[in-house]
């Protein structure tokens, strides 16, 4: 392993508050994480559905791995492999490092990765990257860690992502209450100018219902996803207000019940041999 471990696990939230609190929001989510994570197994599963049906990594790359559901997949499916798996927030390590999967459990940053040049065969990351500023940063440390003929397999979140509860929350007060989420076009011509080749990158919605707002919204707190904007209201969420935002969605109800909009990204680039 430490062979292509280039440095000793890093301090990975240092010197950036936001990252420090996607970082502790995370590890605070780490014991309630998998009990709602419904829709990431689904569409990380997905994605294990999109590699490509040639690749034999001897060496992958769970990049935000969280709780490390999908490091034991690749674990299972890659039985002759060994894998890292890397989260910014250190309660996800701790969480998933007793149910193993990975040869190696560490704290890292998706846009510094503390890996070896061309070290990896795939790096495989789902519904992590929406967390990172720097996508462009992301995609050149992918190129950097992956061999020749490597593949990059991740899913992310574009824009349209809880537009129900961004439109209702801009009803209400006009504050970013809901995380930004880059366009798909913006992923397209980070990928196209990657340098890395783009075998597809398509983006398919996931509707989820729930009887009330308040179900969504415990479960975005479980996931540790909720909003950490800078732009959000620092005052105390009040009842009429509450209770505004809650007529707000409601215009939004189907007979299925309140809908919450996700725009997943799947992006599969391989590096030139
Ligand atoms: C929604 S969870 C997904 C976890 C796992 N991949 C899954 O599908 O269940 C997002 C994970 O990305 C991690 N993360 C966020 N920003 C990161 C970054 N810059 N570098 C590495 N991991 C990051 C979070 O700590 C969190 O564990």
Same mark, same amino acid.
């Given at each position: 392993?430490?062979?292509?471990?280039?440095?000793?696990?890093? #301090?990975?939230?240092?010197?950036?508050?936001? !990252?420090? $609190?996607?970082?502790?929001?995370? /590890?605070?989510?780490?014991?309630?994480?998998d009990a709602v994570a419904e829709l990431q197994r689904t569409v990380g599963s997905a994605l294990i559905e999109r590699l490509p049906t040639d690749l034999q990594p001897s060496r992958w790359l769970?990049?935000?791995?969280?709780?490390?559901? +999908?490091?034991?997949?690749?674990? /299972?499916?890659?039985?002759? /492999?060994?894998?890292?798996?890397?989260?910014?927030?250190?309660?996800?390590?701790?969480?998933?490092?007793?149910?193993?999967?990975?040869?190696? +459990?560490?704290?890292?940053?998706?846009?510094?990765?503390?890996?070896?040049?061309? &070290?990896?065969?795939?790096?495989? &990351?789902?519904?992590?990257? *929406?967390?990172? =500023?720097?996508?462009?940063?992301?995609?050149?440390?992918? !190129?950097?860690?992956?061999?020749?003929?490597?593949?990059?397999?991740?899913? &992310?979140?574009?824009?349209?992502?809880? *537009?129900?509860?961004?439109?209702?929350?801009?009803?209400?007060?006009?504050?970013? %209450?809901? #995380?930004? +989420?880059? &366009?798909?076009?913006?992923? $397209? *011509?980070?990928?196209?100018?990657?340098?890395?080749?783009?075998?597809?990158?398509?983006?398919?919605?996931?509707?989820? %219902?729930?009887? =009330?707002?308040?179900?969504?919204? %415990? =479960?975005? !707190?479980?996931?540790?996803? %909720? #909003?950490? #904007?800078?732009?959000?209201?620092?005052?105390?969420?009040?009842?009429?207000? @509450?209770?505004?935002? @809650?007529?707000?969605? =409601? *215009?939004?109800?189907?007979?299925?019940?309140?809908?919450?909009?996700?725009?997943?990204?799947?992006?599969?680039?391989? !590096?030139?041999?």
């Amino acid at each position: 392993m430490s062979e292509w471990v280039a440095v000793a696990p890093a #301090n990975a939230a240092s010197g950036l508050p936001d !990252k420090r $609190q996607v970082a502790a929001s995370f /590890s605070r989510a780490a014991a309630s994480y998998d009990a709602v994570a419904e829709l990431q197994r689904t569409v990380g599963s997905a994605l294990i559905e999109r590699l490509p049906t040639d690749l034999q990594p001897s060496r992958w790359l769970d990049l935000g791995a969280g709780t490390g559901y +999908f490091s034991r997949v690749l674990a /299972s499916r890659f039985s002759t /492999s060994e894998g890292v798996a890397l989260d910014i927030a250190e309660g996800m390590l701790r969480h998933a490092r007793p149910q193993g999967g990975a040869a190696a +459990f560490i704290a890292g940053d998706a846009e510094c990765l503390p890996l070896r040049d061309a &070290s990896v065969d795939l790096v495989f &990351s789902s519904l992590a990257l *929406q967390w990172c =500023e720097d996508f462009s940063a992301v995609l050149s440390e992918a !190129k950097r860690v992956l061999r020749p003929d490597g593949v990059l397999a991740f899913t &992310s979140l574009c824009s349209g992502t809880l *537009q129900e509860l961004r439109d209702s929350w801009q009803a209400v007060d006009g504050f970013t %209450h809901v #995380n930004r +989420f880059r &366009s798909l076009e913006v992923y $397209q *011509q980070l990928c196209a100018a990657s340098g890395l080749q783009l075998d597809r990158l398509d983006v398919e919605p996931q509707v989820l %219902h729930f009887a =009330e707002l308040r179900q969504l919204t %415990h =479960e975005l !707190k479980a996931l540790g996803a %909720h #909003n950490l #904007n800078p732009g959000r209201s620092g005052r105390l969420t009040g009842r009429a207000r @509450i209770r505004a935002l @809650i007529d707000a969605y =409601e *215009q939004f109800r189907t007979p299925s019940g309140l809908p919450a909009t996700y725009q997943v990204v799947y992006g599969v680039l391989r !590096k030139d041999f």
